[in-house]
């Protein structure tokens, strides 16, 4: 096809022209070397800059202990008023609230009614720390004589995973808690309107997967000393203490919703050891958890006295130093 945009050239031009063809050879080796010369310097420039240390790049994560690496994770509220082994996931936080209720005496009435707000948060994999806050009520009529009393205070509870179900074949757990309380005032009071109470628990919370993602076992053993800040006229103070041991099991009907029966033994103590026995009761009820969305689960316990006494009594429950019932309902969001 013609071009119809050509135009001839004068004859001069034409000499100018063919001056530039004989020069090209000349043109593409210089060419040649400025990019040989840019390639060259780039190459210099990253190895330099591999040299010269730049920006950190950021810590990795701890690595988990296998002690946290469960296949089937499992939450400690399906067991109730006892504990399982697992904690919350690396940096996992969650919020809960409890009801707590104890019923019954032998002579008049017993209501006590208690409210605990808690955080459950894991700094590090296999640790877990739980800051709380509660407060309740009491209100009592024995023999005619009526009386009521509240209770505020705040505590922290901290867990360490020992072992894990899948490497070791079951789980094992260290738990300390630590409170402050005041009764019938402010946790921190003016002498004579108050008592401040403290507590130190201590416990083991071990469980098993019996059969394969359906049912669980629990066994928990603590002791619980309770030292008590006596006001007013009774200026001094007070030493008691509660060992417990206790068992659950809990069956999973579907994914996030368990049923189960527990039993725990109570014995205190009026003294830091194991000595001066005030009384021993034993508790059996259900439970039950259930997870009705991703972030939110309800779980709930009933225990009632089946046995006990208290010391220098033969009734076949000691209504003394427990309740005849005790209830546990708790709301929880995992973030």
């Given at each position: 096809?013609?071009?119809?945009?050509?135009?001839a050239?004068?004859?001069?031009?034409r000499?100018?022209?063919?001056?530039?063809?004989?020069?090209?050879?000349?043109f593409?080796?210089?060419?040649?070397?400025?990019?040989?010369?840019?390639?060259?310097?780039?190459?210099?420039?990253?190895?330099?800059?591999?040299?010269?240390?730049?920006?950190?790049?950021?810590?990795?994560?701890?690595?988990?202990?296998?002690?946290?690496?469960?296949?089937?994770?499992?939450?400690?509220?399906?067991?109730?008023?006892?504990?399982?082994?697992?904690?919350?996931?690396?940096k996992?936080?969650?919020?809960?609230?409890?009801?707590?209720?104890?019923?019954?005496?032998?002579?008049?009435?017993?209501?006590?009614?208690?409210?605990n707000?808690?955080?459950?948060y894991?700094?590090?994999?296999?640790?877990e720390?739980?800051?709380?806050?509660?407060?309740?009520?009491?209100?009592?009529?024995?023999?005619?004589?009526?009386?009521?009393?509240?209770?505020?205070?705040?505590?922290?509870?901290?867990?360490?995973?020992?072992?894990?179900?899948?490497?070791?074949?079951?789980?094992?757990?260290?738990?300390?808690?630590?409170?402050?309380?005041?009764?019938?005032?402010?946790?921190?009071?003016?002498?004579?309107?108050?008592?401040?109470?403290?507590?130190?628990?201590?416990?083991?919370f071990?469980?098993?997967?019996?059969?394969?993602?359906?049912?669980?076992?629990?066994?928990?053993?603590?002791y619980?000393?309770?030292?008590?800040?006596?006001?007013?006229?009774?200026?001094?103070?007070?030493?008691?203490?509660?060992?417990?041991?206790?068992?659950?099991?809990?069956?999973?009907?579907?994914?996030?919703?368990?049923?189960?029966?527990?039993g725990?033994?109570?014995r205190r103590?009026?003294?830091?050891?194991?000595?001066?026995?005030?009384?021993?009761?034993?508790?059996?009820?259900?439970?039950?958890y259930?997870?009705?969305?991703?972030?939110?689960?309800?779980?709930g316990?009933?225990?009632?006295?089946?046995d006990?006494?208290?010391?220098?009594?033969?009734?076949?429950?000691?209504?003394?130093?427990?309740?005849?019932?005790?209830?546990?309902?708790?709301?929880?969001?995992d973030?």
């Open positions: 096809m013609p071009n119809n945009n050509f135009i050239e004068p004859a001069s031009q000499v100018r022209r063919d001056d530039r063809s004989q020069s090209r050879p000349v593409f080796k210089s060419l040649s070397r400025i990019v040989a010369s840019v390639a060259l310097l780039l190459a210099s420039s990253a190895a330099f800059a591999a040299d010269v240390p730049g920006k950190k790049s950021p810590p990795a994560p701890p690595e988990a202990s296998q002690a946290c690496l469960e296949k089937n994770g499992l939450v400690n509220d399906v067991f109730g008023f006892n504990g399982g082994s697992d904690v919350n996931d690396w996992g936080l969650s919020l809960s609230g409890t009801y707590g209720g104890s019923f019954g005496t032998r002579a008049g009435y017993l209501n006590s009614h208690s409210g707000l808690q955080a459950t894991s700094p590090y994999p296999c640790v720390v739980d800051p709380y806050v509660f407060g309740g009520v009491t209100g009592s009529k024995t023999f005619g004589v009526k009386s009521n009393g509240s209770t505020e205070g705040a505590g922290i509870e901290l867990k360490y995973k020992l072992l894990g179900r899948d490497p070791h074949g079951f789980g094992l757990t260290f738990d300390l808690v630590l409170q402050g309380a005041a009764t019938n005032g402010a946790y921190y009071t003016v002498v004579g309107r108050s008592d401040n109470v403290y507590d130190t628990a201590f416990s083991i071990a469980d098993k997967e019996l059969v394969a993602g359906k049912l669980y076992g629990a066994l928990n053993v603590s619980d000393w309770n030292f008590q800040d006596l006001g007013g006229p009774r200026n001094g103070y007070a030493n008691t203490s509660i060992a417990r041991f206790g068992a659950a099991l809990a069956y999973q009907i579907s994914d996030g919703l368990f049923v189960g029966a527990e725990s033994h109570f103590y009026d003294s830091m050891a194991f000595n001066k026995q005030l009384g021993y009761a034993t508790f059996l009820g259900p439970n039950f259930w997870a009705f969305t991703k972030s939110w689960a309800l779980s316990a009933w225990n009632l006295q089946v006990g006494r208290a010391k220098g009594t033969r009734n076949d429950l000691d209504l003394t130093n427990f309740s005849q019932h005790i209830v546990k309902l708790k709301l929880n969001h973030f």
